[in-house]
């Protein structure tokens, strides 16, 4: 039942609201309802249930992790609010730049970069201006002059003050939390969260997370997988993982590739730059070296051929530090062969040619025949026949030997 005071205010809101909304209707906006108390919750719901007599439009936001039955009134409609795709987000800056047409380059620059945050959006925007980076020129057109990364622009307008200010105070489960999140370099799933949390032993994590979302330390983004967790902007996460011991940061990733890794199967390709990730901050190279070669093969049958040669370079740097002794000539070859099917005909040729000189160093008749038949193939692309005979000749010896 609702205390007596609380009565008296609330006719008299709506006694206003009633007096002056006759011929002008009104609109509330409250953000962090969370942070309301019982009392004006009461109010708020005590106006929703006689707005029917009153002409006036209530909007709450609140966090997700917040509770919902604040309302006694059915009809209030509830959703969420995910990040915005490349059509919202393109609206939302072009409103905020107030332009006709949203200019799509820097649009889509700033929606992939913070993943369709419309919070960091609309700040980096404002630092932008504020920095002279965006202006309107002379003939009222607007000019961008951005620079080459923008997160490191956001970083450096972030305080590092302000970032030690937010974490102060925080229990010792709290950082135990934000450093397991912190390893993750990109959105993390709570089912992946749950496990690194069980292997150090932290308990009551959900509660934990809620709160650092309610901080604003970390958002919470809906995905295809459910619920995933990041921090709100690249300091803060900077911050926490540069404070991590060394050994056990190392122990972190060890735990999340193995997780990772048992993930893997069923969800391979979705999985495989964050398990690489993982494999190299804990040191296991050799591990990191199978699955990027596994994830170019896999890149190599969808067709994805740029992203196949990504994978098979980033092997290929990995071997030079692990082991050089691995036929690093055989992805050579099958790298130079993805350059030539996306029509890099000469980064193809110098693939081929480093195969050939390290298939010859390390004695490796397969990989240097196999290196010289796509060198002859690419030079007959051209037209040159010269090379491709001498290199049928080298084989052809090679199988008489």
Request: hydrophobic share 40%; aromatic share 10%.
């Amino acid at each position: 039942m609702m205390n007596m005071n609380i009565l008296k205010m609330a006719n008299r809101i709506f006694n206003f609201l009633s007096d002056f909304g006759t011929d002008r209707p009104f609109i509330l906006l409250i953000d962090n309802a969370e942070r309301l108390s019982k009392y004006e919750h009461t109010i708020i719901d005590f106006l929703t249930s006689v707005q029917k007599d009153i002409p006036i439009l209530i909007i709450c936001s609140h966090a997700p992790a917040s509770q919902e039955d604040w309302f006694t009134n059915e009809s209030i409609v509830k959703f969420q609010l995910n990040a915005f795709n490349f059509e919202e987000g393109a609206e939302f800056i072009r409103r905020m730049l107030g332009v006709k047409k949203s200019p799509i380059e820097f649009s889509a620059l700033l929606i992939k970069t913070f993943e369709g945050n419309a919070r960091r959006i609309e700040e980096m925007i404002r630092i932008l201006f504020v920095d002279n980076r965006i202006y309107v020129d002379e003939n009222r057109k607007w000019k961008f002059d951005l620079p080459r990364d923008i997160q490191l622009l956001e970083a450096s307008t972030t305080s590092e003050q302000w970032v030690s200010t937010s974490l102060k105070g925080l229990s010792d489960e709290e950082r135990k939390v934000l450093e397991a999140v912190s390893i993750f370099n990109e959105p993390v799933g709570t089912v992946i969260l749950d496990k690194v949390f069980d292997a150090f032993n932290i308990v009551s994590i959900g509660k934990v997370l809620n709160d650092m979302v309610d901080k604003g330390i970390l958002i919470q983004k809906l995905g295809d997988w459910g619920y995933s967790y990041d921090f709100s902007g690249r300091v803060m996460r900077s911050h926490i993982l540069s404070r991590i011991e060394p050994e056990r940061r190392v122990k972190y990733h060890s735990v999340a590739a193995e997780i990772l890794e048992d993930f893997y199967k069923d969800l391979g390709r979705h999985l495989s730059d964050q398990l690489i990730y993982h494999l190299i901050e804990s040191q296991q190279l050799g591990r990191a070296v199978k699955y990027c070669v596994l994830a170019a093969e896999e890149m190599t049958r969808l067709n994805i051929y740029t992203q196949a040669i990504e994978f098979y370079e980033k092997a290929l740097v990995l071997i030079d530090k692990y082991d050089p002794e691995i036929d690093a000539a055989r992805l050579l070859n099958k790298t130079g062969r993805l350059y030539r099917l996306i029509g890099r005909t000469r980064e193809a040729e110098d693939i081929f040619q480093k195969a050939l000189e390290i298939s010859k160093v390390m004695q490796n008749d397969v990989s240097c025949i196999d290196a010289s038949i796509h060198l002859a193939d690419v030079e007959v692309l051209r037209g040159e026949l010269e090379k491709p005979i001498r290199f049928s000749k080298m084989f052809l010896l090679s199988q008489k030997e």
